[in-house]
């Protein structure tokens, strides 16, 4: 295809078959075609006038349309306040609200409850079985009164308060060493640690009193015998079962 307009360049490039076809012109070479005018520039001017002035069109319109349903909504309200509707919509959306929150609250409720009981509940039986295989739930209520379940960290966990219910550094193990050593709970732990292994034989006295039944000893005293001497706690807590 015939371009309209040739540069300098493109003329030269072409046969001389086709250069006849064109005539020289300000710019260049123009085909020299019968009937057909010359280009013109477009005069874009007036398209951008047109352009800019149905912008303005536009954003006069989209002003009066936001103050239209500015205007219609403040009429919607007054006319719900002039009836007495707009006291009830408020008053819907106020319960709608509280409804939300209490939800939300009750879901809230439901997690820290669970993390509650793995916590505190869970670990406390689990301390209580140890120290009274028999009748843990006798040590249940004082041991949950010396565990909180702490919220405040990136994870949740067991935290052992003091006396005065305050958070300490004890850890489980301390605290059942505190139970252990704690006169007022030696008649209601009956801790069974007895394993294999250990010196075998022997007596443990107590002062100059030489103790042959499981019976000779307090609770406290039993729990000593049974990480001091397991073979000796076995064969004490064998020959009562004989007994009995």
């Keep these: 295809m015939l371009k309209f307009n040739l540069s300098s360049d493109e003329f030269d490039s072409m046969e001389e078959s086709q250069q006849s076809m064109y005539s020289s012109s300000d710019d260049g070479y123009v085909l020299d075609v019968e009937g057909i005018p010359e280009p013109k520039e477009i005069d874009v001017t007036a398209l951008k006038s047109a352009k800019v002035h149905e912008v303005d ?4 319109a989209e002003a009066k349309l936001r103050k239209y349903e500015s205007d219609a909504k403040t009429k919607e309200n007054d006319d719900l306040k002039n009836s007495g509707k707009f006291e009830d919509l408020e008053k819907s959306f106020k319960n709608e609200k509280a409804t939300l929150i209490e939800g939300y609250e009750g879901t809230i409720g439901k997690h820290k409850s669970f993390i509650q009981t793995a916590l505190v509940d869970n670990v406390a039986m689990n301390l209580a079985v140890k120290l009274n295989p028999k009748k ?11 565990l909180q379940a702490d919220f405040d960290g990136d994870t949740p966990q067991t935290r052992v308060v003091d006396a005065e219910g305050l958070v300490s550094t004890m ?8 139970f252990i050593a704690n006169d007022d709970f030696s008649d209601i ?10 010196a075998t034989g022997g007596k443990v006295s107590k002062g100059s009193a030489v103790k042959n039944k499981m019976s000779d000893y307090n609770s406290l005293e039993q729990v000593q015998l049974a990480r001091e001497n397991p073979a000796e706690y076995e064969r004490l807590a064998g020959k009562e079962k004989t007994i009995f």
């Design 57 to 60: 069109r536009r954003k006069k």
């Design 136 to 146: 843990p739930k006798v040590l249940l209520p004082h041991i949950k009164a010396r």
């Design 171 to 178: 850890t489980i193990d301390e605290l059942e060493k505190d």
């Design 189 to 198: 732990i009956t801790i069974n640690n007895a394993s294999g292994g250990g």
